[in-house]
Every structure is written in C-alpha cells, then in structure tokens.
C-alpha cells in the first residue's frame, strides 16, 4: 500500500508535486465541463437553482480559475501535458499507482466521459474519432489499470458514470423561452430562499458557520 503515498521523502515529494500539478487542470475541468454541465436543462443544479447557473456560466461572472481557465486551448495543453508525463512512466499495475495518479485522473475522466461521442473544442470536426480516451493514450492506459486493477475505484467510479450518461443524454437539449420563465421562477421560489436562508444562519449564534468558527478560534485560546 505504501506505493500509495511513498514513506520515503522523495518519492512522497513527486506524489505531492503530481497532485499540486492537477490543481490548474482542475479549474480548467471547473470552468469548461462542471459549469457546462451545470447549466444543461434537465440536469439537477437546473432543477434545483434555475435560472441561476445559467448566468454563472455565461460570464457574467468570473470563474474560480479566472477567464483563462475558459480557454479551450488552455484545457488542451494540461491535457496534453499529463499524457506527456504519464509517458515518461511504466505503469502496469496496482503497484505503479500513486494519489496523484488518482487525482489526475478523476479530473479527467470528467471531461473525457462528457464529451465522449461528440466533437469538441479539443476534437476538431476533422477528427476520425470521436473519443478523448484514444487520443491520449497513455490516460487511457491509467484509466484501464485503475479499472481493471483498483475494484474499489470501479466501485465508486460507477455513480459517475452513470452521472455522465445521463448527461450525455441531454447536452443536445435547446433552451426555449418556457424553459427560461420556468428556471427563473425556479430561482425566485427555491435558490434565492435558500440563499438568504443560509446568510440569516451564518450570522445568527449559535447555528451559524461562523458562530461555529469563533467557538474554535475561542477554544485554541483558552487551551
């Protein structure tokens, strides 16, 4: 197990650099598939905030990563960067494997699964496949020794495969002016109370965050 997260000093310093690495890549993924997926009528955050996500994701506000992590060009590059690493490697097992193994991968199979069956931003038009996982191939080979290796991440890994299905199933849905009167209806009577609901508890002792946060600053005190 210890291959996981090396005892020695300086392998567990290369796991930590790998996981520091898929921090940009990460908020590529948040910017260009979670918000994608985010404002995608029939998914739940829809359902559950309306008209809301939308607006988040039109750039009207700027994503955590900032307006570079929405360029397409710059999701390509940590892509491209990773499978470059991974094939500076032998991975052929279980024992191969480390966190930041985990890490990258995860992030990526969030855009390869979504755009699986499509052409993208990353897959031009001219393209004689459709799929991210054989454009990559040395991601793929990660992703198949994890699956064929790891039963515990196939395990937890199916509710997000089902979780892209689904939407796969309805990314080519189109917005209609019904569909915008009933996600800001939607945003009116279910996010907005929700919002200020959560404002009122943050502030209010002794349910609130942050009522909870000075209790802890208060305790490190008094020990």
Known sequence: MD???PKDPVQRKMVDEWMDWSK???LCVESQVALRMATTLGMPWRENF???TV???SGLVDPPGGKDSLLPSRLKEHLDEADKILGKRSI???????LGDLTTLQEVCMVFECFEGTTNEIIPASST???LWKEYPHLANLYEVFRRDVPEFTRVHAPFLAFCEQYRKVRGLKETPLTIARGVLTTITSFLPYAVWNVVLSKVY????LSHKRQGVDAKKNN
């Open 3 to 5: 291959h996981w997260y």
């Open 24 to 26: 940009p890549l990460h």
């Open 50 to 52: 309306g008209i809301v």
């Open 55 to 57: 607006l988040v994701g």
């Open 92 to 98: 052929e097992s279980v024992a191969d494997l480390n």
């Open 129 to 131: 496949t459709s799929s």
């Open 206 to 209: 002794p349910f609130g965050p």
